[in-house]
């Protein structure tokens, strides 16, 4: 089946505005992003293969410019890609109001709040931008609180993400690299201060934990590795 490119590309462009209009006011703070062609082209390239799509040009299938729809795994395999979502993580808290004050201060969004008993409260949060939740509250996990450990953030901008969550009222570290420009090592081994010196994507990093000590990463990203 042949779909419009211009239709595929429209709602590719509708993502991509949205997805940067919060960007530009959660993290900004309003300011324009200079590096917005360079995002969006890579953004969309990415949303266009997210939705299982190929641009087919002149002299590609047809040669009448359409889009087809395909997806990578069922061009190399011949089977139809499964979609699997990461949705939600479940973090295992002691004090319910004060871990959602917290995330409520970092700037995750509160999407629900259930009391349902003496026994059961969920609280679901979204960090701005993402598409996946955390969960926590009374009666939703057996985990010792405190226990989840090395979640990670994307950010575009870490020294502003690190300003921004510093600025809120969140004990963050400052921002770090490995010495070697590989992932980060446990316990804070092999840390240098500073983004990584070329600012390589995947290579800065800065940290924080909630009041549980559950613990998280910022970890900057401009543009994503193909595939990604």
Excluded: C
């Excluded at 960007?23 to 324009?32: S, T």
């Excluded at 979502?85 to 295992?92: D, G, S």
């Amino acid at each position: 089946m042949s779909i419009p490119a211009t239709e595929i590309l429209k709602n590719a462009l509708d993502h991509a505005a949205t997805d940067h209009g919060v960007y530009e006011a959660d993290i900004l703070g309003g300011v324009h992003d200079a590096e917005w062609p360079s995002w969006y082209a890579d953004h969309m390239t990415r949303t266009l293969a997210d939705a299982g799509y190929s641009l087919n040009g002149p002299g590609g299938n047809g040669g009448n410019g359409s889009t087809q729809a395909t997806t990578a795994q069922a061009q190399a395999a011949g089977t139809t890609a499964l979609e699997l979502k990461l949705e939600v993580l479940v973090l295992p808290v002691t004090d319910v109001d004060r871990a959602k004050d917290f995330y409520e201060k970092a700037g995750f969004r509160l999407d629900a709040d259930f009391n349902i008993s003496d026994e059961l409260r969920i609280i679901q949060l979204t960090p701005p931008g993402s598409e996946m939740s955390i969960i926590f509250g009374k009666g939703v996990t057996d985990s010792t609180p405190g226990s989840v450990q090395n979640l990670h953030l994307i950010v575009k901008d870490i020294i502003a993400a690190q300003a921004d969550l510093h600025n809120r009222g969140i004990d963050i570290s400052e921002v770090w690299h490995d010495a070697d420009g590989l992932f980060h090592r446990p316990g804070g081994r092999n840390r240098v201060s500073g983004p990584s010196p070329d600012r390589a994507d995947y290579g800065s990093f800065a940290s924080f934990s909630d009041p549980d000590g559950n613990g998280w990463f910022l970890q900057e990203v401009l543009t994503r590795a193909p595939g990604r």
